[in-house]
């Protein structure tokens, strides 16, 4: 049985700097939940989206299917969640 005080642990949210069209994919820790990731993509037909959450599920090492874009699809400023794989809890 769970209540609502546990549900808000088994989602994580990370904000992320986007910087599209860049020389090389790269991704740099802001702070515990943020991060700036360079893509080569451009940020159209939402191929930059697309790169950045491979790059970032690379980096955070987990499935791609968990990390899932809420805001930003048309800003540089963009915010995921990230579901917490129920074996971990």
């Keep these: 049985m769970t209540d609502s005080s546990n549900h808000t642990d088994e989602l994580q949210y ?36 697309s790169q950045i959450t491979t790059i970032l599920a690379d980096y955070l090492r987990v499935d791609q299917k968990r990390l899932k874009l809420i805001k930003g699809h048309r800003n540089r400023k963009k915010m995921f969640y990230l579901e917490r794989d129920p074996e971990e809890v």
């Design 14 to 49: 990370i904000r992320v700097e986007a910087h599209p069209k860049a020389k090389k994919d790269l991704i740099t820790r802001l702070t515990s939940n943020s991060y700036r990731v360079h893509t080569k993509a451009p940020a159209q037909d939402d191929r930059a989206n």
